[in-house]
């Protein structure tokens, strides 16, 4: 029995020892989230730490805590940072392309008029968007700018149609693109008191999370239940590009990788990137990978803004950029 008591004082002694040492050098806790913010007429982002120094405007939240924020200018996000320039050319998306949690000189529109000098790049991003957003985009531009003749659609795994079934699924993913913690027990909340236990469900939770969002990329690709939907998906793009066509604009689809491997260093998501380049070809889509780019990569990490957000950080859309200005020479 004395054996036993000492074992135990031993191990609490321990943990005690761990709380207290994380507690001194660990800023983490638990339930920081990424955080949508708005100053003004500006919105941004914010996060509990500062990686690498990447954001300048440091706040306090609501709770007195520090955060580190990122305000975007949309207004030279959609027309472009260099209006003065004679030529001009689009790109739509999603948030990757808008460039959530990205400074102005990060984005894809400053990196890609960066280095085709003659050209103004307006940025038709919008966070949330998928490809019915993306065929809007591309009607208003033709309507707005008919001078333009290139527009780039940066493809995101996520902006496909999904059915019901798939589409509820992705109500309890992480998506590979924002964490998001669950705080719905009430005995979740005293154990999470603890930095030991914090540390433990925050690899558990995200080893799960991460699982389930693979299965759920595949069943958007591959599986029975989303085949109208990818049936659907690859019909609005061929509408895209009939479109462009007919007002002798060539749309380049570019197809944007999520910003994760595992720890073999595989890709988890290439062969749903085969099933979208087959498509486009058998449809006659133009279609380019921008995952060669990150191919020679054992990790994807360097290249997201945040832990907390798996959104392409500078770096990343450096990568992006150069690709495509390697692939793609515009029409004029």
């Known amino acids: 029995m004395k054996n036993i008591l000492l074992a135990i004082l031993s191990v609490t002694l321990t943990l005690l020892a761990c709380e207290m040492a994380l507690s001194y050098f660990s800023e983490f806790r638990h339930d920081d989230e990424k955080l949508w913010v708005r100053k003004g007429d500006r919105w941004g982002n914010c996060y509990p730490s500062n990686p690498g120094n990447y954001f300048d405007v440091i706040e306090k939240s609501r709770t007195g805590r520090t ?50 000098k003659e050209y103004n790049v307006i940025n038709r991003g919008k966070p949330g968007a998928d490809v019915t957003y993306a065929r809007a985009a591309v009607k208003a531009i033709l309507e707005q700018r008919p001078c333009i003749r290139d527009v780039i659609y940066f493809f995101n795994l996520n902006d496909a149609i999904l059915s019901r079934e798939v589409s509820t699924e992705q109500e309890r993913i992480i998506d590979l693109q924002n964490v998001r913690w669950k705080r719905d027990s009430f005995f979740r909340k005293i154990l999470a008191k603890s930095r030991i236990y914090r540390m433990w469900e925050r690899y558990v939770v995200l080893q799960r999370e991460t699982r389930l969002t693979i299965e759920n990329y595949k069943d958007v690709y591959s599986a029975e239940k989303n085949q109208f939907g990818l049936d659907e998906t690859f019909r609005i793009l061929e509408e895209m590009n009939r479109l462009c066509r007919k007002n002798n604009v060539t749309l380049h689809i570019v197809i944007y990788p999520l910003l994760y491997k595992d720890l073999k260093g595989q890709y988890p998501f290439a062969a749903a ?30 290249y997201i803004v945040h832990e907390l957000d798996y959104h392409p950080n500078a770096r990343a859309n450096e990568k992006v950029a150069s690709f495509v200005v390697a692939n793609i020479k515009p029409s004029f």
């Open 67 to 116: 955060v580190y924020c990122v305000y975007y200018d949309e207004q030279r996000r959609r027309e472009g940072y260099f209006p003065n320039r004679e030529k001009e050319l689009a790109i739509i998306g999603d948030s990757f392309v808008f460039g959530e949690g990205v400074k102005e000189e990060g984005t894809l529109g400053y990196l890609l008029a960066t280095r085709w």
């Open 273 to 302: 990137h085969k099933t979208i380049l087959s498509t486009c070809r058998q449809r006659g889509i133009g279609c380019l990978d921008a995952y060669e780019a990150f191919k020679n990569d054992y990790s994807m990490k360097p």
